[in-house]
Structures are given as C-alpha cells and as structure tokens.
C-alpha cells in the first residue's frame, strides 16, 4: 500500500531553509542542512538517499521550491527519473527533463496527490518540501510518515517548518533512528486517532 | 573538568512548554513533553534520569521556571538534594528545602554559573530550563553539551526553545541518540571555533 511520507532537512532551531535563501535570492551552495547528502556524507547518508529513491515512486514539491531549484537541479535533474507533481495556483504545461523526470504543475495538494499516487503504483510518494507544502500536507492529514534529517546546527534564521500555531497536538512514533556526523535521520509514523 | 550542559525536552515543532503554560497558568499536568519522565517512562528512560542525577553537582534554572515550579514540585522538591541555583535580577534570601536542596537566587548568568560550579565540585552543572534562560546560555557561549529529549509529538503552540534570530550558526555534534517511545534522546557537544 502507497505511503505519503515528508522528508525534509531541519536544524536544530527548526529552520528548513539558510538564513539568505529566498526564491529570489537562492543560495550559493547547497546549505549546510544538506550536508549530510554533500559534503559530509558517509556510507551511512548514501544508503538513507538510496534507500529514499528505492520506496518513491512519485515526488510532489511546491512551486517555490521548484522555482528555487529549477536552474541549480540543472538538466537532467537530481530525481533520478521520477516523475515530479509542483503544487501551484498557476499550472502551465508540464517539462519533460532528460533523464525521464517530466515536472508537471497540478493545482492544489489533493489534486497533486492524487496524480502521484497513480504515477508511483506500488512504491511511495514523498513530499520533499518546502515548509509551506509540509505544513499543508500536515494541516490536512495526508501524511503517514516522516522522515526527518536533524543537522546538528543552530542556523539562527530562515524558513521555520513548523511556523505556525495549530489547533491540536499532531502524535507520532518514532520509528527508526540513524545517526551519522551530519545528521540524526529520524523516522515517524502519524499516529491516527 | 566540569561541563556545562543545556538539559531540555522540546517538541519536533520546537516547543518546550504546553500552549496553555505561563507562570500565571501552571499546566495541570506534567505535560506531554515531559511523558518519558512519567505517563511513559520506560526503563531506557529511567536510565537517563539516572545517569543525569548521577553526573550532576548543581542545577541551574531561570526565575520563570522556578515560579511556575515551585509549588507543583513541592517540599521535598525533585532536585534529589542537589543545590538549585535561580537566576533573577531580583534576588531573596535562600530557602532550604526537605532533602537538602537549598533554591538559592543569584543575579546574572555569570554570577550563577560561578556559584553553581564551585558547589557541583568535581560533577557537572545543568542548565535545566526554561527556554529564556537556556538561550542566555547559548547565546554566551557558556555551554559545554546540550541534552535534548525530543517528544515525538507536534505541540502547536507554547514556548519555543529557539526564538530569535542569532548572527551566525552554532555548530554541534551528536555524541548519542537513545530512542524511546515518548523521546529521542540527543546528546550534542558544542563545537568550538
């Protein structure tokens, strides 16, 4: 059965983003939450990036992060062939990328969800951000699990993931715990009431 | 050599208090974040209780804690006879408590530190909240490690253990990750530049 999973990047202060990074502005350097998949990867991070292409079946990001990553994901773009959903208010004719990867920009995160699950079949969709997606996806239920790459890192600025006040506790389980220099990649399962 | 170290139970949304705790509305209960040290304390757990009582020759906490705590924990307190140390701008003669705990105020991050190293001998100084303080600490420099209990539960809302911006990252190392059902427990060591 098809698992929806987030995965996201966080540090320590809860930011999923450098302090200067903005679409406008888009960072340098792929930013030291991703040093566990960049510059201080060990065997331990290549198997956990493995590991996620090997469950996903289908990937849905929103459009900022799309319009951030667009040009530095390049062409053929880092998804190893899945197909992409951008989650937009604006869809225009979807992109198809070297490598098998086609970008299709579907209107709303029910819609987009829908469409990845009939593109995964068998295997996962993962949300891989950014924070607002997340937090809509997490807002409405649709998550089952989470995986979270903790960096060891007070950035001090950026884009919160959790930004905002909610109504009621959201419960998980920890389910899997792997740590390595650059980050603790922690597992969750969304409890349902 | 003693060490400095932050000890603090947040939520994955960054949370370190309930959304309805302030010094004028005590939570009922210990709270959610805290369920590794009751409702759902497991041996692992107990074990890391344990293990920081044993390491620990004095407690420092901030003013605020020390209002809401004070009648909640009672006479004797749950400081297992160790010296407790508040830091307030408005310090008040001492008060020895059952079991040998004496709450004594002092005026100044500094000033507390000094006191509390000289009573913890050769053991080791916890910073154990509240998040105001914590921060003081961190934002000095003054913390040697810190230990974070991470609640797999999403609050909604209270305190935020990190909630400003800061100049530039701080950088940690995890030196150890113990999975319960109610907590992640991450040891982290500050690095220094």
Same mark, same amino acid.
């Given at each position: 059965?098809?698992?929806?999973?987030?995965?996201?990047?966080?540090?320590?202060?809860?930011?999923?983003?450098?302090?200067?990074?903005?679409?406008?502005?888009?960072?340098?350097? *792929?930013? @030291?939450?991703?040093?566990?998949?960049?510059?201080?990867?060990? *065997?331990?991070?290549?198997?956990?990036?493995?590991? @996620?292409?090997?469950?996903?079946?289908?990937v849905v990001i +929103?459009?900022?992060?799309?319009?951030? +990553? #667009?040009? %530095?994901?390049?062409? !053929? !773009?880092? #998804?190893?062939?899945? %197909?992409?959903f951008?989650v937009?208010?604006?869809?225009?004719?979807?992109? *198809?990328?070297?490598?098998?990867?086609?970008?299709? #920009?579907?209107?709303?995160?029910?819609?987009a969800l829908?469409?990845a699950?009939?593109?995964?079949?068998?295997?996962?969709v993962?949300v891989? +951000?950014?924070?607002?997606?997340?937090?809509?996806?997490?807002?409405?239920?649709?998550?089952?699990?989470?995986?979270?790459?903790?960096?060891? &890192?007070?950035?001090?600025?950026?884009?919160?993931?959790?930004?905002?006040?909610?109504?009621?506790? &959201?419960?998980?389980?920890?389910?899997?715990? &792997?740590?390595? *220099?650059?980050?603790?990649?922690?597992?969750?399962?969304?409890? @349902?009431?």
């Amino acid at each position: 059965m098809t698992k929806t999973y987030l995965d996201m990047s966080m540090s320590l202060d809860g930011f999923v983003t450098d302090p200067d990074a903005s679409s406008q502005t888009p960072s340098e350097d *792929p930013g @030291r939450l991703h040093d566990w998949m960049f510059a201080r990867q060990t *065997p331990a991070d290549t198997e956990m990036v493995a590991e @996620r292409y090997a469950r996903t079946g289908a990937v849905v990001i +929103g459009r900022c992060m799309f319009d951030v +990553g #667009f040009k %530095p994901w390049g062409d !053929p !773009p880092p #998804f190893r062939g899945l %197909p992409v959903f951008i989650v937009t208010h604006d869809p225009k004719p979807a992109i *198809p990328m070297k490598g098998g990867t086609v970008y299709t #920009f579907v209107n709303g995160i029910d819609a987009a969800l829908t469409r990845a699950k009939e593109a995964a079949g068998e295997r996962d969709v993962g949300v891989w +951000g950014g924070a607002d997606l997340a937090m809509q996806y997490l807002d409405a239920g649709l998550l089952d699990e989470m995986e979270l790459h903790l960096a060891p &890192i007070a950035l001090g600025g950026g884009k919160r993931l959790f930004d905002r006040k909610r109504p009621s506790p &959201i419960e998980l389980t920890c389910t899997r715990t &792997i740590s390595t *220099p650059a980050a603790t990649h922690l597992r969750f399962r969304f409890t @349902r009431a």
